[in-house]
């Protein structure tokens, strides 16, 4: 249906609107080619997962279609398309009866799962008014280097590919402050580069939690049983109708959106929608010391709430980039910190706290989380024509007892890609495996996670629209689990057991070579190769791994290659 | 603790009910005071794991009463030893349901082996049957009599793991049997020691139960330890913990009253699980055991019962 349509705005836009509507398209079509293998350069005896024979290849694909209309530069209409996205190559849900002659490919995604051959993922309209800018629909959220918020968009990491981006409900505004404030008083606006921006999100409408089922208590305040006549009598919590409550109520499972009322969209009790505000210096080309310089500097606050799980979340993220006479810095740091009773991890309870209602909001304690996570990335290095040199640390807050009331870990934004393999396929698939895809929010999809890193990469241009690209990458865990990352007996968290010896999680170093051709043709070619450390959980997640000095290594190799149609 | 202590609470909690033998000491071997390890050197000692010093809740002194005890009484040295009706132990028809352990959904074409004589170390099944499409199975089963089942799916689509359980022991009737056999996902499987901060070996495996009183009600304050069933050593790999509200928790020390545990990495083999509690003297009481056997990458639902060694505690109207 959005096919068609899409080709009509496409082919007809003369008959459809009036001449001073331009249309814009903007988008790429990409193809990569993945081979991730066990050992240095691969190996035909053992794969890069344990139950695999020989390495794992694949090609995938995606088509982004960002058409837009636009009028006199004041009112501008987008949508953005993905279409095959990340979808693998060839026919993956066996259609042809014989595979040998199969014809038609099937649009299997990465997952292995049947997915549509379009998606509409954005679309927002923006128009100015006479103060600023006003954009309003499912838009892009991005901010600094894309650690917290970030849009997914071309081809902005060294190594590797954009996967998701962050999308989101939105209405915002956008202004000069200080050109206000100048027009007010009757004078002409200086170009100052500063800018703010107030907007606001709807996250959620009605969210499909298990937090109801893990409301019913056994017991009031005062330690007496809850019995049929009493305030907190809840016949959902009898379901033997024997007038008490019990834990084993059919209560606690999935909510599903059978259950919901038929005026759920107007609750505005269960909504989760979030204030966004920025305030962002964007100098680019000043003058500094008689040498032009760029500037960014600013601070990104989100304030998220829920009212029926008492949530209040404080997001801060800060961001800077400055580049001088080849000097190079850019960090960004970003915290969480606030409470939230909306966290229902499958078994995450605060037993200690179980059945204590909070005195506000009248919810179980045994769900009470309190936030405080950190992130941050910082750069630090020498850029010219031909050559540079960056020195990058990172740091993603990890959580020692998910199950426990402070709630401390989240990766960062899986389209900040570190590397080829360590974050981006290692620690996503041990992450993935152990939490499963009942909670599948913490997986770690790639970002960083649960750990400090460096990443020095050195850039040579050879020549034109040429680049080679080194980096290596070491990893350290910031809070061990035992599950994902295990324990060593000096780490300073509590855990069941301290199999690991090494201190690291471990390295990895990659090679990438980029050229850029007919203006519009991507190619990339990149190479890494990963040894990973005792800390990882190889066995029980069904990785490849040998042993040396009878502790468990894991070797990883990968070979991929890009080639892209940018417009 | 000493002995006098253990004897004292034995007495207390049995002795006096039918003036049976109160000579009996706590545990085999010696290790139900939680004293030193019988696991040979360098492993972990039995303290590791039974150290509870938290009164327990539950009924631990009636199971004299039961029906069919065979003993004179439970003491700790006399297990209780139900003798079921002989004339009550017949096959029947079965109408089973085959249900996800943790979310109780029917688990669709899953393959339900049968050991008739409890032993599922022998080889094949018995019986073999396959599921339908809502978890449906029939069968054949027997009444009175311990059975041991093996719930497996397709290993290619990796959606359960072999999920073992010994000592079904179905009540009589002339009829039909009806009853339901568990099934662990694959997701309950990994979030368990993801919660727990455990991670698993794959070539070890998983025993899970409750832990229950003389009433046949879970008891609080428990905990259990496995240990080789001929040499009485821990396994190093062991770890054991305990559930709350029917969730794994990795502080609780002891069960709660959902009377769940359940022991991770535990290698292939034959093992002897037992639960012990606190007596008041700061020592320990052996209450209960029961035997398994360990599959690599499987999991094993195994109850223990307060006063008996073989885990098989009849419906009453099975015994003599």
């Known amino acids: ?567 | 603790m000493s002995t006098i202590t253990m004897l004292a609470l034995l007495l207390a909690g049995c002795g006096d009910k039918d003036g049976g033998d109160d000579t009996g000491l706590t545990g085999d071997g010696g290790t139900g005071d939680g004293g030193t390890g019988d696991g040979g050197t360098g492993g972990p000692s039995i303290e590791d794991f039974i150290n509870v010093t938290d009164p327990y809740a539950g009924d631990i002194d009636s199971c004299c009463d039961l029906v069919g005890a065979e003993s004179d009484c439970w003491n700790g040295a006399n297990w209780i030893s139900h003798t079921p009706d002989p004339n009550l132990q017949v096959a029947s028809a079965l109408n089973g349901d085959i249900l996800d352990f943790e979310t109780g959904d029917p688990v669709a074409d899953a393959t339900l082996d049968l050991w008739f004589e409890n032993d599922p170390t022998v080889g094949a099944p018995d019986y073999s049957v396959v599921g339908d499409g809502d978890g449906y199975v029939t069968s054949t089963f027997y009444t009175c009599k311990p059975v041991a089942y093996k719930v497996s799916t397709d290993p290619a689509l990796d959606a359960t793991v072999d999920t073992y359980e010994l000592n079904q022991i179905e009540p009589y009737t002339d009829g039909t049997i009806v009853t339901e056999f568990n099934s662990v996902s694959s997701t309950t499987y990994a979030i368990i020691p993801s919660l727990l901060g455990v991670s698993p070996d794959g070539d070890k495996g998983t025993i899970a139960g409750t832990a229950y009183d003389c009433g046949g009600q879970p008891i609080e304050g428990a905990q259990i330890v496995v240990k080789d069933a001929e040499t009485g050593a821990i396994p190093e790999s062991l770890v054991v913990k305990y559930f709350v509200d029917e969730f794994p928790n990795r502080n609780q020390p002891y069960t709660s009253a959902d009377g769940l545990w359940v022991a991770i990495n535990v290698p292939e083999g034959n093992w002897v699980v037992e639960l012990y509690v606190a007596d008041p003297a700061g020592g320990h009481t052996l209450i209960g055991k029961s035997p398994a056997y360990i599959f690599p990458e499987s999991i094993l639902i195994s109850n223990i019962y307060t006063g008996f060694e073989d885990g098989k505690r009849y419906p009453d109207i099975c015994l003599l």
């Open chain 1, 1 to 567: 249906m959005l096919l068609p349509a899409l080709a009509l705005l496409l082919t007809a836009p003369a008959h459809a609107v009036p001449d001073d509507f331009e249309f814009e398209l903007e988008g790429y079509y990409r193809n990569r080619a993945i081979l991730l293998a066990d050992g240095l350069f691969g190996s035909d005896k053992v794969g890069f997962y344990a139950d695999q024979q020989g390495d794992a290849r694949m090609m995938v694909q995606r088509l982004r279609l960002q058409p837009g209309i636009n009028f006199q530069n004041r009112a501008k209409f987008f949508l953005q398309t993905d279409v095959l996205d990340d979808v693998a190559w060839g026919d993956n849900q066996s259609m042809a009866s014989t595979a040998l002659f199969a014809g038609d490919p099937t649009a299997t995604g990465t997952d292995g799962v049947e997915q549509d051959v379009f998606k509409l993922k954005r679309a927002w309209m923006e128009f100015n008014v006479p103060v600023g800018v006003v954009r309003v629909g499912r838009q892009a959220s991005s901010w600094g280097m894309g650690l917290l918020a970030n849009h997914g968009d071309g081809f902005d990491d060294t190594f590797g590919e954009n996967h998701y981006g962050s999308t989101y409900d939105r209405a915002i505004f956008a202004t000069k402050p200080i050109a206000i404030i100048q027009t007010i008083a009757g004078k002409d606006p200086d170009p100052i580069p500063l800018y703010f921006a107030v907007g606001v999100d709807r996250l959620v409408e009605d969210p499909l939690t298990q937090y109801y089922g893990f409301n019913c208590t056994t017991s009031n305040a005062d330690g007496t049983p809850i019995v049929e006549g009493d305030a907190n009598y809840d016949p959902r919590c009898d379901p033997d109708s024997d007038g008490y409550h019990t834990l084993s109520h059919e209560f606690d499972a999935d909510r599903v959106d059978e259950d919901r009322g038929p005026t759920w969209w107007a609750d505005q009790q269960d909504d989760v929608w979030e204030m966004v505000y920025a305030l962002i210096y964007r100098g680019e080309g000043i003058d500094l010391a008689g040498s032009k310089a760029d500037l960014v500097a600013g601070a990104y606050l989100v304030n998220r709430k829920q009212q029926e799980t008492a949530s209040n979340v404080l997001i801060a993220d800060a961001y800077l980039k400055f580049l001088w006479r080849g000097i190079y810095l850019e960090a960004e740091g970003l915290t969480i910190q606030g409470k939230t009773y909306a966290i229902s991890l499958p078994g995450a309870l605060n037993a200690d706290e179980a059945g204590v209602l909070d005195a506000d909001s009248g919810l179980d304690k045994a769900l009470y989380k309190d936030a405080n996570i950190w992130g941050y990335v910082a750069r630090a290095g020498y850029k010219q024509e031909g050559y540079s040199f960056v020195m990058e640390h990172g740091y993603a807050s990890g959580d020692d007892n998910p199950a426990d009331a402070e709630f401390t870990g989240r990766p960062l934004h899986p389209d900040y890609n570190v590397g080829l393999l360590l974050y981006e396929e290692v620690l996503a698939y041990v992450t993935a495996a152990t939490w499963t895809d009942s909670a599948e929010g913490l997986w770690s999809n790639g970002g960083v996670y649960n750990s400090r890193y460096i990443y020095p990469q050195v850039t040579w241009r050879p020549m034109d629209n040429w680049e080679i690209i080194g980096a290596w990458l070491m990893a350290w865990p910031d809070k061990p689990d035992g599950s994902r990352i295990l324990c060593a007996p000096d780490d300073a968290v509590e855990c069941t057991s301290t199999p690991a010896t090494a201190k690291s999680i471990g390295w990895e170093a990659d090679l990438g070579v980029k050229h850029r051709f007919h203006e519009h043709v991507l190619f990339s070619l990149e190479t890494g190769y990963a040894r990973t450390t005792d800390r990882l959980p190889y066995e029980s997640v069904g990785l490849a791994f040998t042993t040396k000095d009878g502790k468990p290594v894991g070797n990883f190799y990968t070979l991929q290659s890009r080639i892209a149609f940018e417009f």
